[in-house]
């Protein structure tokens, strides 16, 4: 049992990884899309975790969620550095749009891909099928989760980004202007949230998406979830 346990964690860590790490990359993919190499001058478009890892976002957090049973994990990297000067004169609003949603695409896409392994794998039969099946349930979880969380509409998170850019777009410059003047309360903001029962409401919409995925792909992930979360 313990060795099962030592699997559960190591597979989600490094389902974590891979989840925070690749959705900084594809920010800075999309943006280099846009004429923006400022991410590839950097490089921050390399896969080695190093270059990504934040301390607090990437260990402290999903370590204090982990141990205090909160249910979930999440967690984030190093933001890849953007000129979204150069996305929007090259690709105006659209682009901005797009380099903002473009991790949060990744994720929800990965957390898919995942979810459709897990059905091929169907039940483990070795250490390293448990080890794969573990790795691709949590990332199932860990994705969607960071998926729903980066569409809160709260900066500096990507949902608010996009909504910003889409209301420049669409000439409804008082949501832009209400957008510059919370944008130094956001982590404040997000801090009261993810500390308060708030949480459980903002993450409603990840029982939903899990849901989704479940019909689609014929596993209750929501029970099985919950099983691995047990151990």
Same mark, same amino acid.
């Given at each position: 049992?313990? $060795?099962? &346990?030592?699997?559960?964690?190591? $597979?989600?860590?490094?389902?974590? @990884? ?21 991410? &590839?001058?950097?490089? %921050? ?21 982990? =141990? $205090? ?19 929007? %004169? ?12 473009? @991790? ?28 794969? /099946? ?14 729903? =969380? ?13 909504? #910003? ?15 510059? &003047?919370? /944008?130094?309360?956001? #982590? ?11 949480? $459980? ?28 979360? %047990?151990?």
């Amino acid at each position: 049992m313990e $060795s099962i &346990k030592i699997i559960n964690i190591v $597979s989600m860590v490094l389902s974590l @990884g891979v989840a925070i790490i690749g959705h900084e990359i594809m920010h800075g993919l999309v943006a280099y899309k846009y004429g923006d190499n400022t991410a &590839k001058l950097a490089g %921050r478009l390399s896969i080695n975790p190093i270059k990504h890892i934040d301390l607090v976002g990437t260990i402290i957090v999903p370590a204090l969620l982990y =141990f $205090s049973h909160a249910g979930f994990i999440f967690g984030w990297a190093k933001p890849v550095p953007v000129n979204m000067d150069i996305v929007l %004169r090259n690709g105006k609003e659209n682009g901005a749009i797009a380099v903002s949603l473009a @991790g949060v695409t990744y994720n929800f896409i990965l957390a898919l891909i995942c979810a459709l392994f897990v059905s091929f794998i169907g039940e483990p039969k070795s250490i390293f099928e448990t080890f794969l /099946f573990f790795f691709f349930v949590n990332s199932v979880l860990i994705n969607v989760v960071l998926g729903v =969380f980066n569409l809160w509409p709260i900066p500096p998170l990507d949902g608010a980004n996009a909504l #910003m850019y889409l209301a420049q777009k669409l000439k409804l410059y008082k949501i832009v202007e209400f957008y510059h &003047k919370i /944008f130094p309360y956001g #982590m404040i903001i997000l801090i009261i949230i993810i500390a308060t029962p708030l949480s $459980s409401i903002f993450f409603i919409p990840v029982y939903y998406v899990l849901l989704l995925i479940s019909m689609f792909t014929g596993i209750d992930f929501i029970n099985l979830i919950n099983i691995i979360e %047990r151990i």
